[in-house]
């Protein structure tokens, strides 16, 4: 008798063990599954023009490089940006838009899922130190120079506490350079480019087909008029010279982006109104230091006039193929910055030398690979 009641508990025992073990292996694949939906993904999600989509990362955190840019490197895309920082942190709304981190970096091999690589130029706590935070690191850019082997990365250099200005060292041209995309970036210096009496705001990067480099900016002068420069930059890419021009129709605009398509120069802008979107207008050229003509408004459809929300980033090419080009935008949460949302959308070229970019709420890779109109 007491010899069944044992059998009867030791098989008690052995279904409840069975049971907790299916009832586990149900939850975990359950989590994993639910993980592996954040982060695992195989199509670019924008959303409808008023919606914030969050982007994660392998760790299911939320990608956190914001108005930075792509550079293809080995067969590995590598996405930076600034990292910004959850809330506002004050009042001031804009405060949320500084940086206590630096430039991070992303990898990926397909674009869709993102592995973080961590802070490539970290900012600072020491006082003296001119990266100290909170500052701002804002749109920054990174190119690569094939003549030095270095990657180097420019920005709008906003030194501490991080409120945008018109004094020097509030609104100027931060320059680091590294021999590895993954960094560690040494912090060069921060200057004016042309001469001190034009504070730098918006600003990107491009490198021509024939390797000179480029700085294109926002230069806002003393009598508060503001205009998109370009300046040439030295053979390293870590000075600007003395070679620039004013693109005299891109008055009052920032924002900017430069894709060359057969030949032609574009550059995408916005109008200047903080953090409200408003139209993105194209200009193109023949030369980079132009004349400058103005193309257009490269929206259609609905929220054509507020660029869908956003305000353009960057532009790059899927495995260097220019019909393949990709511009990322990004919708502004000055609720909390760091969930400003990711945007990204192919180019269109068309035959009269046209660049537009229609709203797609999501799309695939294999749906861009020629672009006429
Ligand atoms: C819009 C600019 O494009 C941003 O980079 C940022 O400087 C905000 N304005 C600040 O208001």
């Known amino acids: 008798m007491i010899h069944l009641q044992n059998e009867n508990l030791l098989i008690a025992i052995f279904r409840y063990l069975l049971k907790s073990l299916f009832l586990s292996s149900l939850l975990t694949t359950h989590c994993v599954a639910r993980n592996f939906e954040k982060v695992d993904t195989s199509i670019?999600?924008?959303?409808?023009?008023?919606?914030?989509?969050?982007?994660?990362?392998?760790?299911?955190?939320?990608?956190?490089?914001?108005?930075?840019?792509?550079i293809e490197s080995n067969g590995t895309y590598y996405w930076y940006g600034l990292a910004l920082r959850p809330l506002k942190v004050s009042k001031d709304e804009n405060n949320g838009a500084a940086t206590t981190t630096g430039i991070t970096l992303y990898s990926s091999k397909n674009l869709y899922n993102w592995k973080y690589e961590g802070?490539?130029?970290?900012?600072?706590?020491?006082?003296?130190?001119?990266?100290?935070?909170?500052?701002r690191?804002?749109?920054?850019?990174?190119?690569?120079?094939?003549?030095?082997?270095?990657?180097?990365?420019?920005?709008?250099?906003?030194?501490?506490?991080?409120k945008h200005g018109e004094a020097i060292g509030t609104a100027d041209a931060g320059v680091a350079v590294a021999d590895k995309i993954t960094g560690p970036?040494?912090?060069?210096?921060?200057?004016?480019?042309?001469?001190?009496s034009g504070a730098v705001k918006d600003c990107t990067?491009?490198?021509?087909?024939?390797?000179s480099a480029y700085f294109i900016f926002d230069r806002k002068e003393t009598n508060g008029s503001r205009c998109l420069h370009i300046v040439k930059l030295t053979d390293d890419y870590l000075h600007s010279t003395n070679k620039w021009s004013k693109i005299e129709v891109a008055n009052r605009r920032e924002a900017p982006v430069v894709i060359k398509h057969e030949g032609i120069y574009y550059l995408v802008t916005s109008d200047v109104s903080g953090w409200?979107?408003?139209?993105?207008?194209?200009?193109?050229?023949?030369?980079?230091?132009?004349?400058?003509?103005?193309?257009?408004?490269?929206?259609?459809?609905?929220?054509?006039?507020?660029?869908?929300?956003?305000?353009?980033?960057?532009?790059?090419?899927?495995?260097?193929?220019?019909?393949?080009?990709?511009?990322?935008l990004e919708r502004h949460n000055t609720e909390n910055?760091?969930?400003?949302?990711?945007?990204?959308?192919?180019?269109?070229?068309?035959?009269?030398?046209?660049?537009?970019f229609p709203y797609k709420k999501e799309w695939e890779l294999n749906s861009i690979v020629t672009q006429k109109k």
Not at 119 to 135: E, F, G, H, K
Not at 137 to 162: A, C, Q
Not at 189 to 196: K, L
């Open 44 to 70: 670019f999600k924008n959303g409808g023009i008023n919606e914030f989509v969050e982007w994660r990362d392998n760790r299911g955190e939320l990608i956190n490089a914001h108005d930075g840019g792509i």
């Open 119 to 135: 802070v490539i130029l970290s900012t600072s706590t020491d006082t003296a130190n001119p990266l100290r935070a909170p500052m």
């Open 137 to 162: 690191m804002e749109r920054p850019k990174i190119i690569y120079n094939e003549k030095t082997h270095k990657y180097v990365l420019w920005f709008h250099y906003v030194g501490y506490p991080g």
């Open 185 to 196: 970036f040494t912090y060069i210096g921060h200057h004016r480019p042309i001469n001190d």
């Open 205 to 211: 990067l491009f490198v021509d087909t024939d390797a």
């Open 276 to 328: 409200k979107s408003n139209a993105a207008k194209v200009y193109k050229a023949t030369t980079i230091m132009g004349q400058w003509e103005i193309v257009g408004n490269p929206c259609e459809g609905e929220g054509a006039e507020a660029t869908y929300n956003t305000q353009g980033t960057n532009a790059f090419c899927v495995h260097g193929d220019k019909n393949q080009t990709i511009i990322m």
């Open 337 to 356: 910055f760091m969930r400003c949302s990711y945007v990204w959308l192919p180019v269109v070229f068309t035959a009269n030398k046209q660049l537009l």
